[in-house]
């Protein structure tokens, strides 16, 4: 019953084996393999952005703060909710690999940016010439911290509104095919062609044993990631391992194939919940993560008979977080609502 997060799950078979194949002989390093040319073609294709470029880094962490200080100065201002893990989940590395960059927390609903958010705190930074931080650009999360998801429609009225001010825009994805799945969408759809300029490509919550892809849409930044990336001691030296993992995870869909049983778990939680009483949903979860509201002494009880996750408490009222992954099974579904209930 491990339900705190998706990292808890293990790296998926397949993409185990493509890390010992990749294991043989020698290999050019720091991603001039082999590999990395593959995975970055397949990318593009998959992305229909035969000229995007792709950069691999070990951590969301590095991916975001790499990304995020590729398109603000130090003296501007990241927009993003005031719940994002580049806010709240990173120890300020946006901030230290920006060079100092303000965060800009926006309130809003069930974890998301809504356009009228977005305007209020667009119209109050960057108004009061050189003595306040410029604006800089705008940085979304899907699926949100709050395990709800973004419809491309709804991330390109949030990019309409910091392009209207000439604000690139960055999506953190370490969820990214979590969002796909549960909105249909395509992967051009949900990024370049709602706005987003780079995108942080999560797979170590999927299934990976630690990949992130940098995807760049505009490539003319892609010569100072490289830099940004080697200055930051982000640059794996046997990089054919983070290229064979991701090779992996993109053939034959493996990563809409994680991403779908995670999901459908999450979905099988949901469901489970109507037999716990007392617990509603906090937000809406379409796709892995779930906040469920729960009575009083649930979560201690679930605690003692072995539950693993996130038992949090609002005023008197408790809460938790379930998250599913790529390898939950419908057993530890069962066991964990068994767990819940008196
Ligand atoms: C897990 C996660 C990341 C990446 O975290 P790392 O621990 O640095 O790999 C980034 N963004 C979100 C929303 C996450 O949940």
């Not at 294991?23 to 991603?31: A, V």
């Not at 991916?63 to 005031?82: K, M, R």
């Amino acid at each position: 019953m491990f339900f705190a997060s998706d990292n808890t799950s293990g790296v998926a078979p397949q993409i185990m084996a493509a890390m010992v194949r990749a294991n043989e002989g020698y290999m050019k390093s720091y991603g001039a393999d082999a590999i990395m040319a593959r995975v970055r073609a397949r990318i593009r294709a998959l992305f229909e952005a035969p000229e995007a470029e792709v950069h691999l880094v070990a951590t969301g962490t590095a991916a975001n703060a790499l990304s995020l200080a590729l398109i603000t100065q130090p003296w501007a201002a990241v927009f993003a909710h005031e719940t994002a893990h580049i806010a709240v989940d990173e120890c300020g590395a946006p901030e230290f690999y920006t060079g100092g960059a303000k965060l800009i927390g926006i309130p809003g609903e069930h974890g998301k940016v809504t356009p009228e958010g977005l305007s209020r705190a667009l119209g109050s930074i960057g108004e009061s010439g050189v003595h306040g931080v410029q604006r800089g650009c705008l940085s979304l999360t899907n699926v949100t911290e709050a395990g709800t998801v973004y419809t491309p429609a709804e991330i390109a009225a949030l990019t309409a509104l910091a392009k209207a001010r000439g604000l690139p825009c960055h999506l953190d994805g370490a969820r990214f095919a979590n969002a796909l799945v549960a909105t249909g969408a395509t992967p051009a759809e949900m990024t370049w062609k709602a706005g987003i300029d780079v995108l942080s490509f999560g797979g170590t919550k999927n299934g990976c044993m630690g990949v992130e892809a940098v995807v760049l849409f505009d490539p003319s930044k892609a010569w100072e990631l490289e830099l940004r990336r080697k200055r930051a001691g982000h640059l794996f030296s046997k990089h054919r391992f983070l290229s064979a993992q991701f090779e992996a995870y993109l053939e034959g869909d493996l990563w809409l194939t994680l991403a779908q049983n995670a999901n459908a778990m999450g979905q099988s939680l949901v469901q489970g919940l109507a037999r716990v009483p007392g617990a509603s949903l906090r937000h809406p979860a379409p796709a892995n993560m779930l906040f469920p509201w729960l009575a009083p002494g649930t979560n201690a009880r679930a605690a003692e008979r072995g539950a693993q996750y996130y038992a949090m408490q609002e005023g008197a009222r408790e809460y938790a977080r379930f998250v599913a992954s790529w390898s939950t099974t419908q057993d530890d579904v069962d066991a964990l609502i068994s767990a819940l209930c008196p």
